[in-house]
C-alpha cells in the first residue's frame, strides 16, 4: 500500500506544470488579441486630443455668453454694436457688439481660463490651438468676434489635425 501511495505522489509531481501545446496555444490567443487591440490603442492619444479640443470649444462659448451676460446686466455696456468693457473674476474683458473681442489679448482670453492652449490672434479671431497636437493650426479652436450688429460670434473646433 505504501508503494501505490508514492507511485501516486511522484506521477502527481511529474505532470505539474503546463504542456508545451497547451503553453504555445495560450501564447497564440495572447498574440491575436494583442495584433487586434493594438490599432485602437494606438488611437487613443488622438481620440483624447479631440476630446479636449471640443471641451474647449464648450468653454469658450460658456465664456462668451456669460460675458454677453454681464454686458446685459450694465446700462453703460453697449449690447449690440461698438466697443465696450466689463470687469469679471478680476480681469477687464474688452468687448465688440456685446460679445468678447477675437484678436484681442483682453477680449475672449481674459474671459476664461485656459491651459493647454496657445491663443494666436488673428484679425477679429483668437485661435486656441492645442499644445502637442501632430498639426495644431488644424487642433484648434476658433473664435470669431460678431460681424454685424446684433450677430454672436463664430465657434468652431478644429479637430482634423489633432
Do not use: W
Amino acid at each position: 500500500m505504501k508503494n501505490t501511495v508514492t507511485r501516486l505522489r511522484s506521477a502527481r509531481q511529474i505532470q505539474s506544470g503546463f504542456s508545451l501545446l497547451e503553453t504555445v496555444g495560450v501564447v497564440a490567443i495572447a498574440s491575436t488579441l494583442t495584433a487586434s487591440a493594438l490599432p485602437h490603442f494606438a488611437q487613443l492619444p488622438t481620440e483624447a486630443r479631440v476630446a479636449v479640443v471640443k471641451t474647449m470649444e464648450s468653454a469658450v462659448f460658456t465664456a462668451s455668453r456669460m460675458a454677453h451676460m454681464a454686458c446685459a446686466v450694465r446700462s453703460t455696456c453697449s449690447m449690440s454694436s461698438g466697443s465696450s468693457a466689463v470687469v469679471a473674476s478680476g480681469s477687464e474683458i474688452h468687448l465688440y457688439r456685446g460679445y468678447p473681442q477675437g484678436g484681442d489679448v483682453a477680449g475672449i482670453e481674459n474671459a476664461l481660463d485656459y491651459s493647454g492652449f496657445t491663443a494666436v490672434r488673428l484679425d477679429g479671431r483668437t485661435v486656441f490651438q492645442k499644445n502637442g497636437a501632430p498639426d495644431a493650426a488644424a487642433c484648434a479652436v476658433s473664435y470669431a468676434q460678431p460681424s454685424d450688429d446684433g450677430a454672436s460670434p463664430v465657434i468652431e473646433a478644429l479637430t482634423t489635425g489633432c
